[in-house]
């Protein structure tokens, strides 16, 4: 077990490393306080504390939950719409910088892409993403505690917008994030309980892989395989073989084209030795396909919605299950969690939408699921508070509820923006957070 440092220092000094390679004013991208004024004003009339009537976007400049998450806004408040004007511009100037003007409809005309001036060169840097967390939901239904994850170069965390782990035959866990840097880094939890240190994941001709999501799955054979969204936004695959190395990324072909664009990606092992992907493409949709044994690839197919031929959604993840059948989840549009399995025949339930804490949906901003050795499975979903719950699926088909999990050092609850669990061949499950 790791020395497990008050959760204040660990931060502080965290956000005091960030701090060093992370500014406001850093990107080539930025814009005036002016400039973000005519963005909101077109985007909301500039009420800088609304939510459009889909609730979708919030805020002055219409952020979403998904942007607010990934950079780094829960550090302000758990909503765009709850935080202050200066901290939505903010957040804003990391959107900017990561993917330009175009992220917001109104920006022609408002001078956004072209201004280049630093809102607010006399505050601090917006927060360094979260730091990684471990926890362990042993098989008896207690918990352990969260630990954080040692940083690169002796840093006392590892911080990241992006986490994954995964269980191993052997009872190892692998986990990959990306780093502050944009890194894929990988490492793998002993049985004992240490680490091996994260190193970084080569790209293709490059020694590093930038991207922009990552996830990971562990098959029976004892290999395990990443999916990575690339900076260029194509999904792209390989396998770490069983003696550590590893195959390098490859693209995955798209519906009629040879690279596939997607938003949100994730991958499960199967018990026959194959993976299935499931990613969120460029139009919204969920799509799904199945890598063989052979390691040839069936093509992607989109999932039907509730009544409709497709799903829309924000956020998706896949488990497998002895018995062979694969459960996602998805978060829809709406915000609700929803559920379905694929049956061995390759059809499919239907989604469901999960029940939250005493209302008919559970509203959540990210979301995963682990298949136990029993036929359970386990969800683990970041509520709109911020906040990690977790139920289990009973081999009923019941739910068990969705409860809070405690948090770091005594808190009451955990908090953060994402959160992963696999299952482990003990029965017990491992938790992966990215904290605040």
Not at 160 to 173: L, R, S
Not at 301 to 309: C, D, E, F, K, Q
């Amino acid at each position: 077990m790791r020395s497990r440092t008050s959760r204040s220092a660990l931060l502080g000094a965290a956000l005091a490393l960030a701090a060093t390679v992370v500014g406001v004013g850093s990107s080539a991208q930025a814009a005036s306080v002016a400039t973000w004024d005519k963005v909101a004003a077109c985007e909301s009339g500039g009420d800088w504390s609304v939510i459009s009537s889909n609730r979708l976007y919030y805020g002055g400049l219409q952020i979403t939950l998904t942007n607010w998450y990934h950079y780094g806004g829960t550090d302000y408040a758990p909503r765009p719409d709850l935080a202050s004007k200066m901290q939505q511009i903010l957040i804003a100037e990391k959107i900017l910088a990561d993917q330009g003007a175009g992220a917001w409809s109104c920006s022609p005309g408002t001078g956004l892409a072209t201004d280049h001036a630093d809102p607010y060169p006399s505050v601090p840097a917006p927060p360094a993403n979260g730091a990684f967390f471990h926890d362990i939901r042993l098989a008896s239904g207690g918990w352990t505690a969260f630990d954080a994850l040692d940083g690169l170069d002796g840093a006392p965390t590892f911080n990241g917008p992006e986490a994954a782990i995964a269980g191993m035959p052997d009872g190892t866990a692998q986990v990959v994030g990306i780093g502050n840097d944009g890194n894929v880094y990988h490492e793998t939890r002993l049985t004992n309980g240490s680490w091996t240190g994260f190193a970084p994941l080569n790209g293709i001709g490059t020694s590093t892989m930038q991207a922009r999501k990552v996830a990971i799955a562990g098959l029976p054979d004892g290999t395990s395989q990443v999916l990575a969204i690339g900076n260029d936004g194509n999904v792209y695959h390989q396998t770490r073989l069983t003696s550590g190395s590893w195959t390098g990324f490859a693209p995955l072909n798209g519906i009629g084209t040879p690279t596939m664009q997607a938003r949100e990606v994730a991958i499960a092992g199967l018990p026959d030795g194959t993976s299935q992907v499931t990613v969120i493409g460029n139009d919204g949709n969920i799509y799904h396909e199945t890598r063989l044994t052979n390691g040839s690839w069936t093509g992607f197919a989109p999932l039907n919605g509730i009544g409709t031929s497709t799903m829309q959604a924000r956020a998706v993840a896949i488990t497998g299950l002895p018995d062979g059948t694969s459960q996602v989840l998805a978060i829809g549009n709406d915000g609700n969690i929803y559920h379905q399995t694929r049956l061995t025949s390759g059809s499919w339930t239907g989604f469901a939408p999960l029940n939250g804490i005493g209302t008919p949906t559970m509203q959540a901003g990210a979301v995963s699921i682990a298949g136990m050795p029993d036929g359970t499975s386990q969800v683990l979903a970041i509520g709109n508070d911020g906040n990690a719950y977790h139920q289990t699926r009973l081999t009923s088909s019941d739910w068990t509820g969705f409860q809070p999990i405690a948090g770091y050092d005594g808190a009451p609850t955990f908090n953060g923006p994402r959160a992963a669990i696999t299952a482990m061949p003990d029965g017990s499950a491992q938790i992966l957070t990215i904290g605040h």
